[in-house]
Structures are given as C-alpha cells and as structure tokens.
Nanobody, 118 residues
Framework: QVQLVESGGGLVQPGGSLRLSCAAS???????MGWYRQAPGKQRELVSR???????NYADSVKGRFTISRDNARNTVYLQMNSLKPEDTAVYYC?????????????WGQGTLVTVSS
C-alpha cells in the first residue's frame, strides 16, 4: 500500500540551509501533505502544510525562513529550510492526509533527523 520516503536531513551549522523531500507512492488523490517535527521529551508539532491546490500554512516559529512546496505529478512534498537555528533541531516527519486508493488515509513517513549545531 501507500509509502512515504523521506530524505535530506543531516547536521548543519546555525544559519545554514537544508532541503527535505518526501515522496509518496500509490494511487493518491486530493491530499494535504505536511511536515511535523518532534524533539526528545516533547510532543510532535506542525511545521507546515500544503494542499493539492497549493494553499499553505506555517508555524509562527518558521515563517519567513521555511518554504513548503509540492509536485502533484510526483506526489512529492519539499521543505526548504533557511537561516536554521539550534531550536530547529528535531526529527522531521512527513505526513499525508488524503484519498489513497478508494479510502481516506493518514500516513506518516519514517522521520529524518535535522541537527543544528556549531
């Protein structure tokens, strides 16, 4: 069935940039795709989401620094992260909520670690 594959995490210095990618397989229609993050001992929080039509929203903590985009033909979502801060350190998870096959499904990626440290 549906699978989300994430890539792009790593170690970066404060002020640096990273680009995360998440590709979804399967037959998917009318989805909202997004990125969440979770630090140890804290609950998962929403970073950004984007609809099939291109509408976006962002957490206040990342506005002006992060940009979400998607390629509907490839069912792929991206997160461009600029001006990274140590507070951005977390495991980042891709999420899809939409029509998968003939059913509505919510699917999570495996997570990719982003570490911001000098």
């Amino acid at each position: 069935q549906v699978q989300l594959v994430e890539s792009g995490g790593g170690l970066v210095q404060p002020g640096g940039s990273l680009r995360l990618s998440c590709a979804a397989s399967g037959s998917i229609l009318q989805s909202i795709m997004g990125w969440y993050r979770q630090a140890p001992g804290k609950q998962r929080e929403l970073v950004s989401r984007i609809t099939s039509g291109g509408s976006t929203n962002y957490a206040d903590s990342v506005k002006g620094r992060f940009t979400i985009s998607r390629d509907n033909a490839r069912n792929t979502v991206y997160l461009q992260m600029n001006s990274l801060k140590p507070e951005d350190t977390a495991v980042y998870y891709c999420n899809l909520d939409g029509l998968v096959g003939v059913r509505r499904r919510e699917v999570w990626g495996q997570g990719t670690l982003v570490t911001v440290s000098s």
